[in-house]
């Protein structure tokens, strides 16, 4: 099994990212799939998650309007797009992939927010 995100990086505030995340080693499909973030001494928090066929989302309320979570799943790849970043959205970013009792992650990626 692996998650392998990518996509992360220094970007002005205001600026935009997209992460990816791309799947392998399970059946992508039935999972939810979820992305997580975790700021120096703080702990892990949901950022958004999206539901096996997509037909559902939730977000944080610190990146409602902001953050926009899709998924391929012919391509097994979660994404998280970013704008209008702020200095606090600067985390490391974690994929998740869940479908009880199997709980998956990758190994994040860093995305700073910095003028």
């Known amino acids: 099994v692996q998650l392998v995100e990518s996509g992360g990086g220094l970007v002005q505030p205001g600026g935009s990212l997209r992460l990816s995340c791309a799947a392998s080693?399970?059946?992508?499909?039935?999972?939810?799939m979820s992305w997580y973030r975790q700021a120096p001494g703080k702990e892990r928090e949901l950022v958004a998650r999206?539901?096996?066929?997509?037909?559902?989302?939730n977000y944080a309320d610190s990146v409602k309007g902001r953050f926009t979570i899709s998924r391929d799943n012919a391509k097994n790849t979660v994404y998280l797009q970013m704008n209008s970043l702020k200095p606090e959205d600067k985390a490391v970013y974690y994929c998740?992939?869940?479908?009880?009792?199997?709980?998956?992650w990758g190994q994040g990626t860093q995305v700073t927010v910095s003028s």
């Open positions: 080693g399970f059946t992508f499909s039935s999972y939810t």
């Open positions: 999206i539901t096996s066929a997509g037909g559902s989302t």
């Open positions: 998740n992939g869940q479908w009880f009792p199997r709980d998956y």
